[in-house]
Structure formats: structure tokens, C-alpha cells
């Protein structure tokens, strides 16, 4: 393995999987790719969003001057965090995250993929299955951290195989069937 892909949302469990793939990325040499999916209400333009990642506004054209500035926002997040490391890169991503995130794996841009345990909002929910059965049925690996602690860590099929490279302490993870069964 050589790339993590911690996927944000900027949530609170996003923060606690931040944290755990910066270290994991820091323990094992490992490039660390921090990824947002850019937002639009629109769920099948993607041509149009929001111009904060953070907030929601009047919604503008994708442009090479929007995704500059976005890029920025994004950095400017996540670079005061990284402390000494240098292994990082920055990807803003367009189009239905989940698609796109199966394109990005099949594509070997990443090896393992790290997000915090998020559920749909209604506004979501046409468009997108929940994260945890996503996750679940996707045959790449996917660890998911949270919902109640950031030391709780939810791995796909795919992750368990990697088990011994993840550095998770004892007892504190669990198969995402279990989640799934939960609801």
C-alpha cells in the first residue's frame, strides 16, 4: 500500500478519521491524498456549486478560477494540521462521490480509502445509499471512523485483509456488517 484517501466532509468524525490516517500515512511512509467532493444542490449537475466548502451560498459555475480558490480553502484547512509532513496531496473531486470514488480506486490513485462514519440527510438520500452500505458492498478497502469516538473503526471486507498494516488497537474495530445489521 502507498496512498491513503481520507475523504472529508468536514464533520466531527471527519476530524477523528483526519487524525487517524495522518497517522497511519506518518507510521508507514505513505502518501496522504485529502479529498472533497464538491457540493451542488443539483444532484445530477455537477457543474454548478457551492464556492465555500464549508458553507452553503448562491451557487456558481465550476470554473478554473472556482477550483483554484477551492483548492485554497482546502489547503489552507488541512496544512496547518499536517505539522512536518510532506507526503500530501489535495484533490478536489467532482461528480456523485460515490462514483467517483469507485473510479479513483479502480484507477489505483488510491489503496485505502479513510472517511468519517457520516449518515444521509434527507437532501441526500435520493441520491446516495448510506455510506456504511457503500462501503460495505465496495471491494476495495474502506475504514470508517466513528460515529461515537475516534477510536472506533468500522472496516470493510476489503480493509480486513489489511488488517496487520493498519495499525488499529486491539478490540477497537468491528466489521461494517455489524453496522450495516444495526442500521
Known sequence: MKTIGFCTHFTQTD??????????????????????WLHSPYSLRRDMVYPHLKRIGQVQPVTPALLTALELEL????????????????????????????????????????????????????????????????????????PQRPDQFWLNAAARHLLSDLNLPE?????????????
Open 15 to 36: 476530524e477523528w478519521a483526519f487524525d487517524y490516517a495522518l497517522s497511519l500515512a506518518r507510521a508507514r511512509g505513505w502518501q496522504l491524498t485529502i479529498c472533497h
Open 75 to 146: 489547503r489552507e484547512c488541512y496544512e496547518p494540521l499536517l505539522g512536518d509532513f510532506t507526503n500530501v496531496a489535495f484533490k478536489l473531486c467532482e461528480g456523485h462521490y460515490q462514483v467517483e470514488l469507485r473510479r479513483c480506486l479502480r484507477q489505483n490513485l488510491l489503496d485505502l480509502v479513510v472517511m468519517g462514519y457520516q449518515t444521509l440527510t434527507s437532501e441526500d438520500a435520493s441520491a446516495e445509499q448510506p455510506l456504511v452500505t457503500f462501503a460495505q458492498h465496495l471491494s476495495y478497502p474502506m475504514l470508517l471512523v466513528g
Open 171 to 183: 478490540g477497537s474495530w468491528q466489521l461494517l456488517d455489524a453496522a450495516v445489521q444495526a442500521g
